[in-house]
């Protein structure tokens, strides 16, 4: 064939305003925005749309604790004068609520809905040629920017014989359509608190291996609140638990543990063995060193502004680092897509800013936090004070039987909100005033001078601020002040 021939037969290179690489949460919040603003997008995705957090993550795990925490909401209801009996759980149908819920939202995220708003949306695996060229498959594309949103996997620990073994992930936990008789959980952060409470819930017999504390990053206090409802459900829980080696049994799973107090026998053995120890970011394939970007362990290295080494490149989400990374939550990849947003289209000045990001893990009670924690805040601020109050003081929590838990706050002398932690009924969603608090350096003022609607759970927020001033009630000059004016009638 000539070479004019060869040339007519190639695939002409894509021109792009942006590509983006991954259709999870945060790659498609970027090209959905930059679509309706008339931007031309090309979306490359080399498995499902939607990525780890609708077909995986996020939604397939909350469906599973919906299920759960319905057949729990049976176990509690005595106390109401109603009963049912132990529930009869058929996880078969179980699975299928947890699939009926992702193939509800799935079309949101498919091909088809992207195609109508205008993007280019490509299958297949990319990889960098150049500073400037991307390649999926024979179709060259050279956009003016370049956006990575290829995520993370579940990360295994370097355990002898674990390789050996069929364990469960988070990818393939929501396969089963029977219930794990004895389930093993390597982790306790908040992926293994919540699937294993689920589980527990559904009747699995469920034992945590921590080789730390439960929920360690979290207030210990609040951790603790946690771990005492997993032990009263029945969630054996073995921390500072040191794993030796993985060993198949006749049928299931035995992990040898350095011997404690808590653990004299050192093995622990289930039917099956769900790993939720870490993750680590999908870079691998992308040839990042060709087109000038650097990468370590914990994803893409970027600044704040989420630019690489490349400066026509970002990376965000699960799979950025360096400076701007390390949170891996959904809300957190829809914030850095903003941000992109923001700078690739309008060129304005980005800075990703975390005090603000909320974390919550989705146990019952409910764990969730903002800003700095206590210990933080002593090394930070110096002198500071912190504010309790209990959900046992709350009129809404004690109608529902929901009293365990509180809410914390830390603030600075003056009292402007540093951090606040709520553990307890609903805390994810009680905790959204906080951040904004947080974001916009408010003073426990603002949050002790709202009305709040009586009886709400939201209530126990305000208490906590209002206690802020109850030293003043004792101090002698105020109440000199009160018995002068009260002179005047």
Same mark, same amino acid.
């Given at each position: ?273 769900? /790993? *939720? !120890?870490?993750?680590? =970011?999908?870079?691998?394939?992308? $040839?990042? &060193? %060709? +087109? ?59 800075? /990703? *800013? !975390?005090?603000?990001? =909320?974390?919550?893990?989705?146990? $019952?009670? &409910? %764990? +969730? ?121």
């Amino acid at each position: 064939m000539s070479e004019a021939g060869t040339a007519a037969s190639a695939k002409a290179a894509l021109t792009p305003d942006i590509c983006v690489i991954g259709a999870g949460s945060a790659g498609l919040s970027v090209a959905a925005a930059a679509a309706m603003f008339g931007v031309p997008v090309v979306l490359v995705e080399r498995d499902r749309m939607g990525g780890d957090c609708l077909n995986v993550g996020c939604v397939p795990s909350k469906a599973l604790i919906a299920a759960g925490a319905r057949a729990q909401a049976i176990r509690d209801c005595i106390p109401f004068g109603i009963s049912a009996g132990e529930p009869v759980v058929n996880f078969g149908q179980v699975h299928a609520h947890v699939h009926r819920v992702i193939a509800a939202i799935a079309p949101n995220d498919s091909v088809e809905r992207f195609t109508a708003l205008g993007v280019n949306v490509i299958k297949g695996e990319a990889r960098f040629v150049s500073r400037s060229t991307l390649m999926v498959g024979d179709q060259a594309i050279r956009p003016r920017r370049i956006v990575i949103a290829t995520g993370s996997r579940p990360a295994a620990p370097p355990i002898p014989g674990l390789d050996q073994l069929p364990f469960l992930t988070n990818e393939s936990v929501f396969t089963p359509k029977t219930l794990p008789e004895r389930l093993l959980v390597l982790g306790g952060g908040p992926i293994g608190v919540e699937l294993a409470q689920a589980m527990a819930r559904l009747g699995s017999r469920v034992t945590i291996i921590e080789a730390r504390d439960l929920l360690s990053r979290d207030d210990p206090e609040a951790a603790g609140i946690v771990r005492r409802a997993l032990l009263r459900e029945g969630v054996i829980l073995l921390e500072q638990a040191e794993v030796l080696r993985a060993e198949g049994i006749r049928g299931g799973i035995r992990l040898v543990l350095a011997a404690t107090a808590a653990n004299p026998e050192g093995t622990v053995e289930g039917t099956h063995l769900l /790993v *939720a !120890t870490g993750r680590r =970011p999908n870079i691998e394939g992308l $040839d990042l &060193e %060709l +087109a000038g970007i650097s990468s370590d362990a914990r994803g893409v290295i970027v600044d704040k502004g989420l630019r690489t080494a490349n400066r026509r490149v970002f990376a965000i989400g699960d799979c950025a680092g360096g400076a701007a990374g390390g949170l891996q939550f959904t809300h957190v990849a829809n914030y850095h897509a903003g941000l992109v947003v923001r700078s690739a289209l309008f060129r304005l000045p980005v800075k /990703v *800013a !975390t005090p603000a990001i =909320p974390r919550v893990t989705y146990c $019952d009670p &409910e %764990l +969730a936090s903002v800003g700095l924690s206590e210990t933080e805040a002593r090394k930070a601020s110096g002198e500071i004070r912190v504010l309790r109050w209990p959900y046992s003081e709350n009129d809404r929590a004690q109608a529902e039987r929901e009293t365990e838990g509180f809410v914390k706050l830390v603030t600075d002398k003056k009292g402007r909100i540093l951090g606040v932690t709520i553990v307890g009924a609903r805390a994810g969603d009680l905790i959204l005033p906080w951040c904004m608090a947080v974001q916009k350096k408010m003073a426990v003022k603002d949050m002790a001078g709202l009305v709040f609607p009586y009886p709400t759970l939201s209530e126990v927020s305000k208490r906590a601020a209002v206690s802020f001033y109850a030293p003043l009630t004792a101090k002698p000059g105020i109440r000199r002040l009160i018995g002068f004016l009260r002179r005047f009638g």
